[in-house]
């Protein structure tokens, strides 16, 4: 076979290089090929040693046209483990081109939570495809997770779960694990649950632990210090607060009677932690929850209502230089100058707006530190400003050879960087606290300020001073 279909074509840059884990362009090149010419042989062998991530990335880099060639010319070899790490944009798009057996192939090899996850977002006729390809019993467990609220822990949560009553001891529990047919256990599982005779959790066990310990220690005595019982109905944000604030590997998920349930593991609490970041930074930009796979139509519409939002901050902010129509036609360095005061008042204010809403986001900013963090951005702001008041009041003076116009510049450009600190921290937090994502809306409204003031505070000092 030729060189271009070794397989080590298909692996990630080489060591030190900046594309390391990611697919080489050669080897999306080379499956490509293979797809050109229909060769299904050499298809496979490219495909064989990626990771199914690697898969998911590949669909989803590559046009409408060759996703649907390389699928139908993968056909059998496609597993339940790329479908879960497709982007959610072309997910349903992969579904349909699969055929019934395929999919259905590929669904059986999923955990519950990952089922679940990949159906909650489809239409109902593709949900029932899914969910009749499915065991009576997986069917059951998936479809009693879509009865929990979306965006839950029962939605996060998976079915399979590997208990163990509060008199075992290690010997027991390992002979338990040994007799138990791997159809009966997770693909991963990093704690066996200890339950009561009522199947209320008590406490985690580590496998490290079990392994080390010897077979008559009592599997109460090798209990986890931190153990945290998540309810189902519990926020799958708070869920991946909980993992990463107790450093948890995993967690049972509990009924309203508190009888154990299902497990959320490690993986997909970050899941949902990176999902909540990208979230947020999408947000702060205006440009919605889209990806690169979106259409052009469905990003437009995506990003139309926050430039329409911006349109009217910059009127709002043209409406407040009109005020001062005289002062500019007088003195034109006004125009000159007016827009770097603004600017340097929107970066301070962007800038302290991004550590608001991180710092809301991982709920590092609290009623107890509040007024400290708005304290602190104010006076970062003050001396920032009056740093760049002295750049700007030397510029006034040697730009236009007047002193009055750098110390108005140079007054004007404190007054916003101290507003930018209060307004970029401030606008954030009382937004959250009305219950509106501060990632939403806080941008245009920092913006609205930042100007607003600034082309206020130096206009408005020079019509006094200058005229």
């Known amino acids: 076979m030729s060189d271009q279909f070794e397989a080590s074509e298909t692996s990630a840059a080489p060591e030190g290089d900046s594309e390391d884990y990611a697919l080489s362009r050669k080897a999306v090149a080379a499956i490509l090929y293979a797809v050109e010419i ?12 990626l990771h199914p991530a690697d898969i998911a990335d590949l669909l989803e880099q590559i046009s409408e046209f060759d996703r649907t060639r390389l699928i139908r010319l993968y056909d059998r070899e496609f597993d339940g483990e790329i479908l879960s790490e497709l982007d959610e944009s072309i997910r349903e798009e992969v579904i349909a081109i699969l055929t019934p057996q395929v999919l259905s ?44 609220p979306e965006y839950s822990a029962g939605r996060l949560m998976q079915r399979e779960v590997v208990m163990a009553p509060e008199h075992w001891n290690v010997g027991q529990a390992i002979d338990h694990l040994r007799a138990t047919s791997e159809e009966d256990l997770p693909d991963q599982f990093y704690h066996i649950v200890m339950v009561d005779p009522r199947l209320h959790p008590v406490g985690n066990i580590t496998l490290g632990k079990l392994m080390r310990s010897k077979r008559e220690t009592l599997l109460k005595d090798i209990l986890e210090e ?46 949902v932690l990176d999902e909540e970041h990208e979230e947020d930074i999408l947000r702060l930009a205006g440009v919605g929850e889209g990806s690169l796979s979106d259409r052009v139509s469905e990003t437009t519409k995506q990003r139309l209502p926050w430039l329409a939002v911006n349109l009217l901050t910059a009127i709002a902010a043209s409406m ?11 003195i034109v360095a006004l125009a000159v100058l007016m827009p770097i005061v603004a600017s340097m008042g929107g970066n301070a204010g962007t800038q302290s707006l991004t550590v608001a809403v991180r710092a809301i986001a991982t709920r590092d900013l609290t009623g107890s530190n509040v007024w400290r963090v708005i304290r602190r951005e104010c006076l970062v702001g003050l001396i920032n400003g009056l740093i760049f008041a002295l750049v700007m009041g030397l510029v006034g003076l040697v730009w236009f050879g007047s002193s009055a116009l750098g110390y108005v510049i140079a007054a004007a450009m404190v007054i916003n960087m101290v507003v930018a600190g209060l307004a970029g921290t401030g606008i954030p937090i009382v937004l959250e606290r009305i219950g509106i994502d501060p990632a939403l809306a806080s941008g245009a409204f920092v913006t609205t300020v930042t100007d607003v003031v600034g082309f206020f505070a130096f206009l408005g000092l020079a019509a006094v001073v200058l005229l």
């Open 38 to 49: 229909e060769d299904q042989a050499a298809l496979t062998e490219l495909m064989e040693p």
């Open 105 to 148: 192939d590929a669904v059986r090899e999923m955990d519950s939570d990952d089922v679940v996850d990949l159906i909650e977002d489809l239409e109902g006729e593709q949900q029932e495809t899914i969910l009749e390809a499915l065991g009576d019993a997986d069917r059951v467990a998936v479809e009693q997770a879509l009865t929990y």
């Open 226 to 271: 931190t153990f945290e019982i998540i309810p189902a109905t519990r926020d799958e944000g708070d869920v991946a607060y909980a993992f990463n604030q107790y450093h948890l590997i995993s967690a049972p998920v509990v009924d309203e009677e508190g009888r154990l349930i299902g497990v959320i593991t490690i993986d997909d609490a970050m899941a």
């Open 320 to 330: 407040v230089i009109s005020q001062f129509e005289a002062a500019i036609a007088q």
